[in-house]
């Protein structure tokens, strides 16, 4: 079953506008994390954020953590056709235990 | 530094055959974990290796089964194919401590026809 749910399932921009979507989870967590995958490939690994952290920075990405709502964000800043993947959202609810995903935002940036 | 890798990349199997999947981790980490992504259900958890160990499963029948190897490679094994195990089947290693993500292989192809 899926902890997280996200939020839009898919979003449409142009080249240089920031896309914002959301994850939603169900249980405690010790850390989120977000990942990018590429045409049903593999998933890379964006950013990961603890339980006791609110909001955390790498390069073009912003990702933040309201755990009394069980909630994150992850802005990408800048847009590039580059970008355009699907984003998943995934919760560990104990280091190293597992980790569970949400259902993915699909993200097109058009030229 | 050589990342996860998984074999073979695509395959075709007949319903009611067996399957062997095949993943390398990046050298040092212990721990494995295999997902499936089906088409319309997302990243499922399977199966979690750690040092030869099964340490965790997710809900999924006995006909799935894997093993890790003392090199900490690992195998995923399904058997009895059915055609709704056609899937891209993913693999990760994660390195220690609490602040490390999980580095995913390219993943398995696996069409059941």
């Known amino acids: 079953s899926q902890q997280g749910e996200e939020d839009p399932q898919a979003l449409s921009i142009q080249e240089g506008e920031n896309a914002t979507m959301n994850c939603s989870y169900k249980t405690s967590i010790n850390n989120l994390q977000w990942y990018r995958q590429n045409s049903g490939r593999g998933l890379v690994h964006l950013i990961l954020?603890?339980?006791?952290?609110r909001e955390k920075h790498s390069g073009r990405l912003r990702v933040t953590l309201d755990t009394s709502k069980k909630s994150s964000s992850l802005l990408i800043t800048a847009s590039r056709a580059a970008d355009t993947a699907s984003y998943f959202c995934?919760?560990?609810?104990?280091?190293?235990?597992?980790?569970?995903f949400g259902g993915g935002t699909r993200v097109l940036v058009k030229p | 530094e050589a990342g996860v890798t998984q074999s073979p990349t695509h395959l075709i199997k007949t319903r009611g055959q067996q399957v062997t999947l095949r993943c390398s981790p990046i050298?040092?980490?212990?721990?494995v974990y295999w997902y499936q992504q089906a088409l319309g259900l997302g990243l499922q958890f399977l199966l979690w290796y750690d040092e030869g160990e099964e340490r965790n499963r997710g809900n999924f029948p006995p006909r799935f089964s894997g093993r890790q190897f003392p090199n900490y490679s690992s195998e995923l094994n399904v058997n009895a194919l059915e055609l709704e195990d056609s899937a891209l089947y993913l693999c990760?290693?994660?390195?220690?401590?609490?602040?490390?993500?999980?580095?995913f292989g390219s993943g398995t192809r696996l069409t059941v026809v």
């Open positions: 050298s040092g980490h212990t721990s």
């Open positions: 995934a919760t560990d609810k104990a280091a190293g235990n597992k980790l569970t």
């Open positions: 990760a290693s994660r390195g220690q401590g609490p602040d490390y993500g999980y580095t």
């Open positions: 954020i603890r339980s006791n952290e």
